[in-house]
């Protein structure tokens, strides 16, 4: 009660004590820690693609909704646009999402608590250690920055999860479609996982039937004339936007954001050796009946990845998805397969390392806002932040999105 009473008072104080009970298992302080980070969102500067989606909310939000078809159908512009018409503001849409993936990621927290019966492997220090690591593993600069990727994101990996954990394929399939919904990129990933799922008793098979559907879906792209234009913007570096000439997120510094997402994603991939390293077996478990299809859908996505490695956008996506899928596919067996501490205060280090890589690589649109007023704001001023047109036109390029560093 009293961390709600702070938190109401002012977030950023709130934080220790929200963990505090967080560490004696209180279920209401995750609940809490997710109505923080939203609170926190509010205040990221709406740069790069988020910039696109600020100009969408405030100025093309309705010429979207009287061409909607099922071909443009997008979950997110359908929240923008009650947002809209409610006259909130974008920031406060962009804390609902952030809002709605920190509670999926929180439900999926609660069900292993219960499934997997950590606790009872574990000590205090090392489940609060364990939810450490699996609060970073939770893709916020993805949510702030991407939106609709971040949000797709985290609903495909609630889907992944009750596909494969829970063996609810009614409910998998419905997030599937709402990721896809969300972000057309996580489409691919739908009959992906249900010929995973219908073949798990036949590795080879689903890896022959895998391949047979890349296969395909190649072959179907470069013959479709749709999904060649559609490729052809999707690949650029510097895409053509509905609202203007607006670039990638990263503007002017495209190279750089290659060698970070490639860092991020190698990481990702390194980290698969560390279930070698701390005796973290691969085979079937009764814990995880699925853990075959799980590992199955990890290294197809590994494949994957190196396949389009020379398409900037399509890779890039790919190893924001496998920097979330891995960790997580690891964090299951951490749960299930007690490891020591000393492996768990790696795993914790490699997590937080990856995080700070990302909060730092964002450093140029957090350094023009006004995060520094989050440091002492009430939680309603927070959920009422808002940049002004003023405010976004003198910081912000509106030719790509990029930030006007020289303002400050």
Known sequence: MFSLFLLLLCPFLSLPFIFHNIYYNNKSAFILLAFFMAAYSFYFVPSGDQFRYWLYFYHYIEDYMSDISLTNFSLPYILMWLIHSMHGSYELFRGIVVLISYLLFIHIY????????????YNPQECFLIFLIYFLIIPYFSLVTGLRFGFGLCICIYSIYQLFVCQNTKWASVCGILSSLSHPFFAFFIPFLLIIKALYKSTILCMLFSCIYLIFM?????????????????ISSDSMWKTGDIGDVLGRNAMLGVYIQTLFTFLAIIALFFTAFANLPWQTDESIPHLKQIRAFTVLTVFLYFVFFSYFTIQGRLGVFLSVLIPMFIIMLILVHKIKTFYLLLFFGYMFLLFSFRFMSFRTPRSVGYEYK??????FQDVTMHYDEDFIYKNINIEDGSVFITNK
Do not use: H, N
């Open 374 to 379: 989050f440091l002492y704001s009430t939680f």
């Open 110 to 121: 609660f069900d292993m608590q219960e499934r997997f019966e950590f606790q009872k492997k």
């Open 218 to 234: 190649l072959i179907f792209m470069t013959r479709s004339s749709f999904c060649q234009s559609l490729l052809e913007v999707y």
